[in-house]
């Protein structure tokens, strides 16, 4: 940087050097028909300065051209990469007004890519459950990196980010395991009753799954279908003595609003399988002794 050291009752002139730092992709993968972005910064560029970007292939063909100005020594851009560019494209930044010009790394051009028959290997969801997420993967080459997220379906469009992990392409094909757990209190899930007060229904914990790949996201529009999650019920009857109230008539109400009836078994016990999360309300019918 060029320095002042002149008395300080006398006009200077001090000349700063312009430069280009860095230019770069925002991707290391470009996808044929598809947008990629670049950033070029600066120093001592003033704004409004004249910038052009020139996209060229591996064999030095300009396939895309793009026009700007600098702002805060910085400018951003994209385009669409061309279905001609093979193998590599790079971008130069010329700054035509100061004789300045650099030259980006190349990002590696892959065909169209495309995801399909998105599947979770079962509709229900218990705690402990191991999942497969599988996918039919087309334009990646085997071993690529994929980045799967799985969210927490919301009916408003607000879900929640449940996890994130990678995984690798093979034989054109995602197949990946995911083991279930459910972390929050299930007492706070709205019952079907609650719901109704404001003109909803129950909604029981549901999730979905995407795969991120080349800078490109496919699943948003739930592709893999929901998964459900299914939970279990068991409850200890017993007197003021401690012994076990058996073979008593049962009904529980479950929290989204269906019945399920039974027997308590010869130790007391009540025990539902596969029902959905939340609130439960257990009641017995009336004129009923027990076998203690």
């Known amino acids: 940087m060029a320095e002042y050291n002149k008395q300080t009752d006398e006009a200077q002139v001090v000349t700063l050097e312009s430069k280009i730092i860095q230019v770069y992709w925002g991707n290391r993968l470009a996808i044929q ?11 001592f560029i003033g704004n409004r300065s004249a910038i052009e970007i020139k996209v060229e292939d591996k064999k030095g063909k300009t396939v895309a051209k793009s026009k700007g100005e600098v702002f805060g020594n910085y400018f951003a851009g994209s385009i669409i990469v061309p279905k001609k560019a093979k193998e590599s494209i790079t971008f130069t930044a010329k ?3 100061h004789g300045l010009e650099m030259k980006s790394a190349p990002a590696i051009v892959i065909p169209a890519i495309d995801v399909t028959n998105q599947k979770w290997s079962q509709k229900e969801a218990r705690r402990g459950d191991v999942l497969k997420l599988t996918a039919e993967v087309e334009g990646i080459p085997d071993e690529a990196e994929v980045m799967i997220h799985i969210y927490e379906y919301d009916q408003d469009g ?6 994130k992990f990678p995984t690798t392409i093979k034989d054109s094909k995602i197949e990946v395991a995911w083991a279930y757990e ?5 007492d706070e899930i709205p019952t079907d009753e609650e719901k109704k007060k404001y003109g909803g229904k129950y909604n029981p914990p549901e999730y979905f799954w995407v795969a991120e790949l080349g800078g490109k996201r496919f699943g948003d529009e739930l ?3 929901l998964l459900e999650f ?11 003595d401690g012994q076990p109230i058996t073979d008593l008539d ?3 109400i479950l929290p989204d609003g269906a019945e399920r009836k039974g027997k308590v ?3 007391g016990v009540v025990r539902e399988e596969n029902i959905p999360p939340g609130k439960i309300e257990l009641t017995f019918p009336e004129d009923q002794e027990s076998e203690e």
């Open 33 to 43: 028909e598809e947008k990629i972005e670049f950033e070029v910064w600066t120093q």
């Open 95 to 97: 700054l035509p007004d």
């Open 158 to 163: 607000a879900h929640d980010f449940i996890a």
């Open 182 to 186: 459910y972390h929050e209190d299930t």
């Open 223 to 225: 592709e893999s279908g």
């Open 230 to 240: 299914k939970d279990w019920v068991e409850i200890e009857l017993e007197d003021e």
């Open 250 to 252: 049962y009904q529980l």
């Open 265 to 267: 078994d010869k130790k």
